[in-house]
Structures are given as C-alpha cells and as structure tokens.
C-alpha cells in the first residue's frame, strides 16, 4: 500500500516536497517512481529511482527542478520539487515496481503494479 501527502497550493517559483510511504511490502526493494496528471491527459512520467538508489531518472520538464529520494528504512519515497510552475500543477501519484525494470520500463506506467491515491499540487501564477 502506497500513502503520497505533501501536495498543496504554493506560487510559481515555490517549493514542495512530496512524500511517499509504503507499508505492508518491502518496498526496499522495489523501483519507485512519480508520475502526474492533469483532468484529459494522460499520466506522464515524472521521475523514477531504482531500489538501489544507485540510478535516478526524470521527465525533461522536470530535470534540474525536481530532486526524488528514498529512504528504505522509512520505506519512504519523497519528490523535492523547487522553481515550481503552473504547468507543473497536477495529480502526482507514486507507484511501486519489482526491482529489475530496464531503463525504458522504468519510465513506463504500465509497468508500475503498485499505485498511491494521488495528491494535489497547485500552482498559482
């Protein structure tokens, strides 16, 4: 089971920082990744973070802006998103993976078995 918090309203150029917690699994071991989506889009990848820690992955209209981490012992996942802008305002959800995914299926959400109900972040221009 997978609980993300730390969406809200902050104003362009702001900072938030989510947070992802999984209980009921070891999801040290698996692939994390966030994802968001706005009402008539898809779900687009945003960044992603093996079980290792030891690669990371984002979405080019984040890179550079948004920092994920984990944090095993907590089986916690978070996303630093700084310079925050309107386009970045969406649903942001975080999903679990079994360890092992290449490098074009991390990015993929179909291959995610493992979903959060999603937080809100907003923001205003």
């Known amino acids: 089971q997978l609980q993300a918090s730390g969406g809200g309203l902050v104003q362009a150029g702001g900072s938030l920082r989510l947070s992802c917690a999984a209980s009921g699994r070891t999801f040290s071991v698996y692939d994390m990744g966030w994802f968001r989506q706005t009402p008539g889009k898809e779900r687009e990848f945003v960044a992603a973070?093996?079980?290792?820690?030891?690669?990371?992955y984002y979405a080019d209209s984040v890179k550079g802006r948004f920092t994920i981490s984990r944090d095993n012992a907590k089986n916690t996942v978070y996303l630093q998103m700084n310079s925050l802008k309107p386009e970045d305002a969406a649903v942001y959800y975080c999903?679990?993976?079994?360890?092992?995914?290449?490098?074009?299926?991390?990015?993929?959400?179909?291959?995610?078995?493992?979903w959060g109900q999603g937080t809100q972040v907003t923001v205003s221009s």
């Open positions: 973070i093996r079980w290792t820690a030891i690669s990371i």
């Open positions: 999903a679990a993976a079994a360890a092992g995914l290449s490098d074009r299926s991390i990015r993929n959400l179909n291959a995610y078995a493992y």
